[in-house]
């Protein structure tokens, strides 16, 4: 319910107000005052007759009619103050500093919904409580500091944690990044991330608005208005950037020691961000830098130049791009000798450029400019200049400046001299311009930037999937729990996923029959049991009526056994794929390595069904072993194509068989040719 009074509010109160402004109520106004608000800005505070140069009223009884109401008050005091408040003198818009609500205990929650429902009773909009504040260009209604550079092309940033949008904002403001809005949304109790960036989404200007969004998130109260909004505002232009806190067990409990926010599993956190195209950063250092990279040009490709003085820095940077998949390539040719004589003896122009110690800005702006006209195949320069101390910066840093206005090709400043050439940076900041102090952090940061694809298509993907069929099915299936490998092969079969063949049966013969008609070796399993390989339940490459004859008498002891199940026995590398369905994220669908590597390594890709196929191919090169899916080392890899249209289709399924709940294809067998699933489990809750 975000509306003109929160944004751009005529007037506002501070409730609690002081002079004191080493509290928050003092630190609120003077940031107002000093934030140069211009509307009309009064002060509640009973013991007070002057605040920091303004009249105040003793209660809110005395109050004028008000817009925007600003409470830094006990949370016990807060109900009474905004019924008042909004009954008798039409305050739409509310800012609940004070803490001590459902964070902390359940009579804190009961005084947080009498809040709400004043607040909806008179459709006044509501940020906190818990919180920070807010901060635009029209009013600094926050008690912390700092304050960065606000201005309309700057970060809106959005945080569920009041502190940790100070510390993000420490991070962000010594690399010059600046800021359009901060929102620092508490509790979320009314105003949510996701409500601000549907109302950001819904009334954005692309000529005014902000195209840089960041989030810190605790919690996810609607994945669904998240992804919606957040791939509407960057299908817009927008670009944005995000921590999702306490997806981990521990983490959970840690967040929701404080907000009372709900965990989601971090599977479900990437597949969310894939699917929306949300930039994912694990770190305030790495988000801010994020931030940094999205102020300048799109790269158009993955070859980077580095310029540099210092060799140390260049190889670290070089080391850090190739772990992210990113080129540093080779440069060499007429050009190349040409700058090198150019430069001091013993400078390097292979890439990095090293220019040495002892390089001028003159050495600087030629390196830049071969890297610019030059050197083909360059998508992008890194620039690290510091100093030991003994010269100042400015002529270099100001070749820097004029370099970064006229060429093409993006240019990451990286200045690591914070105190030796704190003046000199300080500069270059001013002039609008942002600075990468580490370049480890930055590669990190682009990688996660370079990998993260466009947001999905909202469209299902339903060529060669029986949905009819699908419905069909699930309303034969009794019950609830594991069903059986007949119904998840009809299940399969109707998604279009190819299976190897198979029969089961607690019949010998007619297993013996069966194995002789797609010939020998086979694979036997019994049928009953979930885990079949930890109670032995599993026999491979039986080449012989006679091994399967004692391996099926043998199996049918096995406690709980219904029956056998005979495949084909095939040979390939192992894959997989799995689901599990998250409440309020919908069917959360893994790739990976199968077999045991699911278990060892660990390295799987997330999605969120439906997945389009640009969706699969993504999650698939996201693995960390995808050099063996791609084939490595001689060995021919798999049909990439097959893997990821297994997995749309897999995703389309679960799409319109909710009831599953959980499921596994392990193995799928593959080669460069085919893909066949080989063993596969559901479990449905109808």
């Known amino acids: 319910m975000i509306n003109r009074q929160l944004l751009h509010p005529e007037s506002i109160v501070v409730v609690g107000g002081s002079n004191n402004v080493h509290k928050p109520g003092g630190a609120l106004v003077r940031n107002l005052i000093s934030g140069g608000y211009k509307g009309t800005l009064r002060i509640i505070n009973p013991k007070e007759d002057e605040v920091q140069g303004i009249k105040v009223f003793h209660d809110a009884g005395e109050l004028p009619p008000t817009d925007l109401a600003v409470l830094v008050i006990p949370a016990k005091m807060c109900p009474e103050s905004v019924e008042t408040l909004a009954r008798d003198k039409g305050v739409r818009a509310f800012i609940i500093i004070s803490a001590g609500f459902g964070e902390e205990t359940k009579e804190g929650a009961e005084l947080e919904q009498r809040i709400v429902d004043t607040c909806d009773k008179y459709g006044a909009a509501l940020i906190g409580p818990n919180c920070i504040g807010l901060m635009n260009s029209w009013h600094h209604s926050v008690f912390t500091k700092p304050i960065p550079t606000l201005h309309d092309k700057g970060v809106d940033f959005i945080s569920g944690s009041g502190a940790t949008a100070v510390f993000i904002l420490e991070s962000a403001v010594i690399k010059g990044l600046p800021f359009n809005s901060v929102w620092s949304v508490g509790n979320s109790k009314q105003i949510g991330i996701e409500d601000v960036l549907q109302y950001m989404d819904e009334n954005f200007d692309p000529e005014r608005d902000s195209h840089i969004k960041l989030l810190y998130i605790e919690n996810i109260n609607n994945p669904d208005k998240l992804l919606f909004h957040a791939g509407s505002l960057i299908r817009k232009g927008c670009r944005i950037a995000a921590i999702k806190a306490g997806s981990s067990e521990s983490g959970s409990r840690a967040a929701s020691s404080h907000t009372g926010a709900i965990a989601s599993s971090d599977s479900a956190v990437e597949a969310l961000f894939r699917k929306a195209g949300i930039v994912r950063c694990f770190s305030r250092e790495e988000l801010t830098t994020v931030g940094c990279i999205f102020t300048l040009p799109p790269l158009t490709g993955r070859n980077f130049a580095i310029v540099t003085h210092a060799g140390g820095p260049g190889v670290m940077l070089t080391d850090a791009l190739s772990k992210g998949g990113l080129n540093v390539p080779k440069i060499e040719g007429p050009e190349a000798d040409e700058l090198k004589s150019l430069l001091f003896p ?341």
Request: hydrophobic share 40%; charged share 25%; aromatic share 8%.
């Open 346 to 686: 013993g400078s390097s122009v292979s890439n990095p450029i090293d220019i040495l110690a002892t390089g001028t800005p003159e050495h600087l702006s030629l390196a830049i400019d071969y890297c610019e006209h030059k050197f083909k195949g360059i998508d992008a320069i890194f620039v690290i200049f510091g100093t030991p101390g003994l010269v100042q910066l400015y002529e270099a840093y100001d070749v820097l400046h004029k370099k970064i206005l006229e060429c093409k090709k993006p240019i990451f400043p990286i200045l690591p001299c914070l105190h030796t050439a704190g003046p000199e940076v300080a500069e270059f900041l001013s002039k609008g311009h942002v600075n990468f102090s580490d370049e480890v952090t930055l590669a990190t940061a682009l990688t996660q930037v370079m990998k993260t694809p466009r947001p999905a298509s909202p469209e299902i993907e339903l060529f060669g999937v029986d949905v009819p069929r699908i419905r069909e099915v699930i309303g034969r299936i009794e019950g609830n729990g594991y069903i059986s490998p007949e119904h998840v092969h009809e299940l399969l079969e109707c998604a279009g996923i190819p299976m190897v063949p198979e029969l089961v049966s607690a019949d010998k013969a007619e297993l013996e029959a069966f194995a002789e008609k797609v010939g020998y070796p086979v694979v036997a399993k019994v049928v009953g049991p979930v885990h079949k390989s930890d109670v032995g339940g599993v026999a491979l490459n039986i080449k012989t009526s006679s091994q399967l004859e004692y391996e099926f008498d043998r199996m049918m002891q096995i406690e709980g056994a219904k029956g056998v199940m005979v495949q084909k026995m095939l040979r390939g590398r192992e894959l997989f794929i799995g689901a599990k369905y998250e409440p309020r994220f919908g069917h959360i669908v893994l790739c990976g390595l199968g077999g045991i590597f699911v278990e060892v390594l660990k390295d799987v890709s997330s999605g969120l069904a439906p997945l389009s196929y640009d969706e699969a191919y993504s999650m698939i090169r996201s693995l960390r072993a995808y050099k063996i899916i791609r084939g490595t080392r001689g060995q021919k890899g798999v049909n990439e194509k097959k893997y990821a249209e297994i997995i749309v289709r897999l995703s389309t399924l679960l799409r319109f068989a909710t009831e599953i709940k959980e499921m596994d294809i392990n193995p799928l067998l593959a080669d460069e040719n085919d893909i066949v699933a080989v063993d596969a489990r559901m479990r449905i809750e109808k």
